[in-house]
């Protein structure tokens, strides 16, 4: 499942398969300190990021993640200018946040320097925004990093691996505290959340632990095609509870939507629709 | 990629993977004279039902697509009592059009028996409604059947296969346009028209055909995490043409989705919702 011209399969649960696709081209493969990295090519997918055998993106459906992880919580912040994205060392959240007139400075905080050397070589249409200079790139962990910081960002995304390995500490009650901390007053978060198709006591127990830290949260649905059952959740809370509806800039959504291949107000608004089976798990 | 103790991929494009599951046990394998048949179950995903070795339905996610594809066309009808799906013959079709009350008779017109008699077997919780009195079964082609009636369903639902082999003329205009002859006057249709994510050129062609044949077409989005791509889509046409928002019955509605995993009345509302690169597309 590692080697070029074969077939790769992320096995989920064991018996089940996330993305199956032919590896034609096995472009680059490191052990980091923290996880195994590699990129590899196919003709239908574009590039693709694993880290420890996951996919993490592919060139062909970035869009839809990256643009709701980041411009569902931008347009539900009045005037955000300090933006904190946590993980994302592949930079497609940060090209997001940049769409945003007004942003001043965005924060990347990524655990592991490999995952942005590899996008630099491999996703160059992601990482280049790394080099505007409204952006700063730091290399550490990020529980230790927004611990660090308070009131201080006014939109945090949480661009994370599974809550498996390094990122399970993201996934914890006193890490959304210490968001919630780090977030200016005005402040939203958004993380992503997992799959509520096939995963939904998962999604429940973290949206549990966002409710408990936050006294609010939003889930919020996105397919997207490379993670397992294409049906993924972001979810959404306000340092100071407020109603989504109520605090939404529908004038800069539609701005910022001129440059996006997925988010559109009506996405905006239709995305916090869920489907019986899940609003009855959260 | 056919025996028991083996991984399945459902090749798409050559090079990427819809589905994929590990073969606990091959339960049923027969060829019929449309098509090869088989129904595996896996330990995660439950009953699969295979068709020329594409996933059309499993029973973790059957309800998904059922609840859409029915559903959202039976809700902007005005008391639909007359109602005919063209193809599924597992019946998840019918079991949600007998959720409608004032339904008084629904026609399944599948053209291949043993697909029906495979479901009758292994997938009883949707095929048992066959049973019920208000109910026809029609084995024949679905293009002769349609063709052959006038002014005599209230609601038509297309649960077909892929435009490939025994199912593709009922994407052609022709077919579009005996189906709109089929309809009362206050009618309505619907159909699956394939994934956005991975095949926006079919989905937009058809939708083409649809909108020569009918003068409208609507086209809304439901996640299917077994069919490829995760990302699926369905259009909804009017015999004559009306606004989907202004017809909607919302009482039935919440009635009906009282009884649903996937649909309800927020729901029907979002899957209009088109990403931009969809609504550029069609």
Redesign the interface.
């Known amino acids: 499942m590692r080697t070029a011209d074969s077939?790769f399969?992320e096995v989920?649960?064991?018996?089940?398969?996330g993305?199956?696709?032919?590896i034609?081209e096995v472009l680059y493969e490191k052990q980091s300190p923290y996880q195994n990295i590699k990129v590899v090519r196919?003709?239908?997918?574009g590039n693709i990021m694993l880290l420890d055998d996951l996919v993490m993106l592919t060139d062909k459906?970035e869009?839809?993640y990256h643009d709701m992880l980041v411009h569902v919580p931008m347009t539900c912040v009045d005037n955000p200018e300090s933006v904190l994205i946590v993980g994302g060392g592949d930079g497609g959240s940060v090209r997001e946040v940049l769409k945003h007139p007004g942003v001043r400075r965005v924060v990347l905080c990524e655990i592991d320097g490999m995952v942005i050397e590899a996008a630099r070589e491999y996703f160059p249409a992601l990482s280049s925004c790394l080099d505007d200079p409204r952006v700063e790139v730091v290399v550490t962990d990020g529980i230790e990093y927004v611990k660090a910081h308070r009131n201080e960002f006014d939109c945090i995304c949480i661009d994370s691996t599974d809550p498996i390995g390094p990122a399970v500490g993201l996934f914890s009650i006193e890490f959304y505290g210490s968001i919630r901390d780090a977030l200016t007053d005005r402040g939203a978060m958004s993380a992503q959340t997992e799959s509520p198709?096939?995963s939904l006591d998962q999604v429940s127990s973290i949206v549990k632990n966002m409710r408990q830290a936050f006294g609010n949260a939003y889930p919020y649905?996105v397919?997207?095609?490379c993670y397992p059952?294409?049906?993924w959740s972001c979810t959404l809370c306000f340092k100071q509870d407020r109603n989504p509806a109520d605090v939404f800039d529908r004038d800069r959504a539609e701005l910022v939507?001129q440059r996006?291949?997925?988010?559109?107000t009506?996405?905006h608004?239709?995305?916090f629709?869920?489907?019986?089976?899940i609003?009855q798990a959260l």
């Open positions: 077939w399969i989920f649960d064991g018996k089940a398969g993305l199956s696709f032919y034609d196919n003709a239908f997918l459906d869009f839809f198709a096939w649905l397919p997207v095609p059952s294409g049906l939507s996006c291949r997925y988010y559109n009506d996405i608004r239709a995305c629709a869920l489907p019986n089976f609003k």
